[in-house]
């Protein structure tokens, strides 16, 4: 049931070439709203990406949807979740379950961590008897971003930070440290508004969880 429904509401997202990330121009407007230098110096320098087409998540994966995996997997989650991402500190009495606010059912299941992501995207593939379930990529995720309203994309910017399945470079020029952090899209309403930008990346380690950070499911086709 969770496929058929996952199926339905996929958007394609067709081929094509962009510029990722953002110019001097554009990282100097971010400075003037808030940012500092260093913070958004990642955002470069631009570069051409052409991507095969594939498909994204309409919505983020919901509440109702985790706890399908959660309990056809059995999984146990270990309490302990953070609270805005900006420290990498646990409150042991959040989790998915209890975030610290009220959710519904079809909200954005969030406390998850990049490991749990990829855990339920495997469960979607057993299910599916494939692999082409996945995270999407820095640059499929920015590409969809860049097209959100065209595409029929839902909450791509200011609703939660979005695990994506790429390792955090200090710009996209470097290598990605040994010690692998997990990027984030997305921002979410209790950031500051010059962070709501297509461009704008967080990491994490792979293992955190916070009340602010959830997941959409990409596919290849």
Avoid at 156 to 182: F, H, I
Wanted: charged residues 20%.
């Amino acid at each position: 049931m969770i496929l058929h429904l996952l199926l339905q509401t996929m958007v394609m997202v067709p081929a094509g070439t962009f510029t990722m990330g953002s110019s001097p121009e554009q990282q100097a407007w971010a400075v003037s709203h808030g940012a500092t230098a260093p913070s958004v110096a990642d955002e470069g320098p631009q570069h051409t990406v052409t991507l095969p087409a594939f498909a994204l998540g309409r919505s983020l994966v919901t509440r109702d949807e985790y706890a399908a995996f959660v309990h056809d997997t059995h999984r146990v989650t270990p309490r302990g979740c953070g609270r805005d991402s900006y420290k990498w500190d646990l409150d042991s009495a959040l989790s998915w379950e209890h975030p610290g606010f009220r959710q519904t059912g079809h909200d954005p299941v969030v406390c998850v961590s990049w490991n749990d992501a990829q855990a339920y995207v495997a469960w979607l593939n057993a299910k599916a008897g494939g692999t082409s379930y996945r995270l999407p990529s820095e640059a499929e995720w920015e590409y969809a971003a860049r097209s959100a309203s065209a595409l029929g994309l839902h909450d791509m910017l200011g609703k939660v930070w979005q695990w994506t399945a790429d390792c955090y470079a200090e710009n996209y020029v470097a290598k990605p440290r040994a010690s692998c952090m997990r990027v984030d899209r997305g921002a979410t309403a209790s950031y500051p508004k010059w962070m709501w930008r297509a461009t704008t990346r967080e990491r994490n380690p792979a293992d955190f969880r916070d009340r602010i950070m959830g997941f959409r499911i990409a596919r290849t086709l």
